[in-house]
C-alpha cells in the first residue's frame, strides 16, 4: 500500500513556476507508476503527466507539454511537477496518484494524495 502527500502549490503570476512535490510512504514506491493529475472547479480530473516506475518513460497532456517536466526520486521515495510557463487555465487542484499500471485515466489510479492548489494570476 501507497500513502501520497503532495506539496508546493500556491499562488503565481502567470509566466511563473512553480514546483510540486509528492512524498509516497511505503517500501514498494519503486514498484509503481506515477501521474500527476489536475481538476479545475466544475470539471472532471484531467491527466496531466505520468512517469514509469523505473523513471524511464514520461508522458504528458498535450496542454502542458514542453512546459512541465514529472521526474522521481525513488530513494527519496518522491515524485516532483516542475511547472513553467504557467497559464491561468493550469488553476487547479493538483493530485498525485500511484498504480501499477501506466494510465491516462484518473479511474484507473489505485492511491490518491490529498490535492495541492495551484491558482495561475492573470
Known amino acids: 500500500q501507497v500513502q501520497l502527500v503532495e506539496s508546493g502549490g500556491g499562488l503565481v503570476q502567470a509566466g511563473g513556476s512553480l514546483r510540486l512535490s509528492c512524498a509516497a510512504s511505503?517500501?514498494?514506491?519503486?514498484?509503481?507508476?506515477m501521474g500527476w493529475f489536475r481538476q479545475a472547479p466544475g470539471k472532471e480530473r484531467e491527466f496531466v503527466a505520468v512517469?514509469?516506475?523505473?523513471?524511464?518513460?514520461?508522458h504528458y497532456a498535450d496542454s502542458v507539454k514542453g512546459r512541465f517536466t514529472i521526474s522521481r526520486d525513488n530513494a527519496k521515495n518522491t515524485v516532483d511537477l516542475q511547472m513553467n510557463s504557467l497559464r491561468p487555465e493550469d488553476t487547479a487542484v493538483y493530485y498525485c496518484?500511484?498504480?501499477?499500471?501506466?494510465?491516462?485515466?484518473?479511474?484507473?489510479?489505485?492511491?490518491w494524495g490529498q490535492g495541492t492548489q495551484v491558482t495561475v494570476s492573470s
Open positions: 512517469i514509469s516506475w523505473s523513471g524511464g518513460s514520461t
Open positions: 496518484a500511484a498504480d501499477n499500471r501506466i494510465s491516462y485515466y484518473y479511474t484507473a489510479y489505485q492511491y
Open positions: 511505503g517500501r514498494t514506491f519503486s514498484r509503481y507508476h
